[in-house]
């Protein structure tokens, strides 16, 4: 018998792939750069930074369909 609980048993991982963590970066710098943008009432900054969470989705789909990604099942 197996020491190990049964919802351990099937764990591969949590989907970190350079796909991954290059969309999580530029969308989190995308958030912060809005975030600033805000309570410093530049409205054009604040639209960059949608535009940048835009690129980051696009890079991270992207990356993923150059094999950098999770390998779909």
């Known amino acids: 018998m197996s020491q190990q609980p049964a919802s ?4 591969d991982d949590h989907g970190s792939t350079p796909a991954a963590w ?22 054009p900054l604040f639209w960059v930074s949608v535009g940048v969470l835009v690129l980051g989705a696009v890079a991270g789909k992207v ?3 150059m094999g950098l990604g999770k390998a779909r099942a």
Do not use: D, P, Q, Y
């Open 8 to 11: 351990a048993a099937h764990h």
């Open 22 to 43: 290059t969309a999580v970066a530029i969308i989190s710098l995308a958030f912060v750069l809005g975030t600033l943008a805000i309570i410093m009432g530049n409205w």
């Open 63 to 65: 990356l993923a369909m």
